[in-house]
């Protein structure tokens, strides 16, 4: 589906009853050509992990349930879902009868993995639960008040770099200062980059350098992470490489993409800025 029809950047009604069809799923392919990826093989494992923070619906005698949910779409999934058509669907929800949250789960996943095409996990929370939220996770050295020389607003992969005679280390970085503008309607897009390696020793200045470029770059979330990704391996050659972005929410969504050369990981905790 071409993405000048999807509802992103649009006026819309917003729907007074269940619709499946509001899904409107964007093919991953064209994005991980530009980066050189090619044929399906793609040199990461990983999910993008949606949490969505409005979801509603009816209970059997009309009155309404709220939640949120964390939805976890596989990275090898044929498409996304463009977010705002996300945001309609679970609104079409919001006068819907379902006997119970499980059957809401059901239909969710259901729709969701036909959109994707592949196998979508959604866990459906109370919003009276009690939950943590940190600034960055444990273990993670912050990169954000390394010198930078000569800062540039165009994206430069260039920048990136290990230090000269660099020893072999494994170390946990972040940065909060990541930001990219949607590539339909230009608004902005704020994320917590974190990177976690086994390689030779990055320059982290560099690193810095190279996260700012982002900062009038536009793509999607799920992109720019494969991008650092991409743009990590190639010029900093690590033996075991995993970057994750966890972004502000807009329209009550916030999308967290990871990327790891390993099959085992996840998104990390929820940060206080989410």
Known sequence: MALHNAPLGKSSEYPDSYDPNLLFPVARDENRRRIGLEDGR?????????Q???????RPGGVPAVAWAEIFVPAASPSIIESKSLKLYFNSLNQHV??????LVETVVSDL???CGAAVRVNLHSVDESGEATGRPEGYQLIDDEPVADVVYQYAPESLA????????TEQLCSHLLKSNCPVTGQPDWGTLLISYTG????????LRYIVSFRNKQDFHEHCVETVFTDLMKQCQPTELAVCARYTRRGGLDINPWRSTQAEGNAGPRLIRQ
């Open 42 to 50: 793609w040199p990461w494992f990983g999910e993008d992990l949606w």
């Open 113 to 115: 993995s036909s959109a």
């Open 162 to 169: 290990v230090e000269q005679g660099a020893e072999v280390v």
């Open 52 to 58: 969505a923070w409005e979801v509603s619906w009816l």
């Open 98 to 103: 379902f006997s119970t949250p499980e059957q």
């Open 200 to 207: 030779p020793k990055v320059d982290r200045s560099a690193l």
